[in-house]
């Protein structure tokens, strides 16, 4: 699969028998905006519960997304998008964890944010540290990039500079990865932003990145298993 990059992943997520925890920590991508109605997927729908099907009742999956949230970065306009405290909360609630799934950047794109994309990156590898020091094996997935943000109905919200600031994340974000020895998944090679307003995913969108990401944790766990 081209757009798995190994990193290292040489630890088995838990004793066989026990319920493996696999958390998905990420933005409106992972609480399942939908755009169209400014409504919500519903959980058999979004990604983290595609997955949750997929591996089966040997698995516990977390899902904690919030629309807006950024890496490190506060806003006036929406609370609690912080995903660096949201994570120490997180770790604090939901430890042990087996596995973090981390997809967040695209809002921090934002250009009321003023945020270079090193600096993005910055902010997503100390997220990335914070899982990693609670014992969980972690793996970055780069967002699909944003696309006709000009024609967007949240064009104002991310400003002209936001798309192509997204199309630099994945570089960025892999080399965070081998950095650091995480696991890495450029999402551009399964699924793209919906056209409607070319941030969000649509249900499609949903299934596959499910689907692909359940193939590959049980490919993990039979390969560094035995």
């Known amino acids: 699969m081209r757009h798995f990059k190994r990193t290292g992943f040489c630890r088995t997520m838990e004793e066989n028998g026990k319920i493996k925890t696999v958390l998905c920590y990420g933005d409106s991508n992972t609480w399942g905006y939908m755009p169209e109605t400014d409504g919500r997927f519903p959980w058999e729908v979004r990604w983290p519960g595609i997955l949750q099907r997929r591996l ?62 090193e600096e993005i990156g910055q902010g997503l590898e100390n997220v990335g540290k914070l899982f990693s020091q609670s014992g969980a094996d972690v793996c970055i997935l780069s967002p699909p990039p944003l696309k006709g943000i000009d024609r967007s109905p949240f064009r ?34 399964i699924i793209e932003t919906g056209t409607f307003d070319g941030i969000h995913m649509t249900k499609e969108a949903h299934r596959k990145l499910g689907y692909e990401a359940a193939a590959w944790i049980k490919k993990k766990e039979e390969t560094y298993g035995k």
């Not at 997809?103 to 994309?117: H, I, S, W």
């Not at 199309?167 to 090679?189: C, P, Q, Y």
């Open 156 to 189: 104002n919200e991310f400003g002209k500079e936001a798309e192509e600031k997204s199309r630099k994340l994945s570089g960025i974000f892999r080399e965070v990865s081998e950095r650091n020895h995480w696991e890495f998944m450029d999402t551009a090679f």
């Open 56 to 117: 089966g009742e040997s698995y516990r999956v977390i899902e904690n997304g919030i629309c807006g949230r950024t890496t490190q970065f506060d806003s006036f306009r929406e609370k609690f998008v912080n995903g660096y405290t949201g994570a120490e909360e997180c770790v604090l609630m939901n430890t042990p964890l087996d596995m973090v799934i981390v997809m967040l950047g695209t809002n921090d794109c934002k250009d009321f944010y003023g945020a270079e994309p």
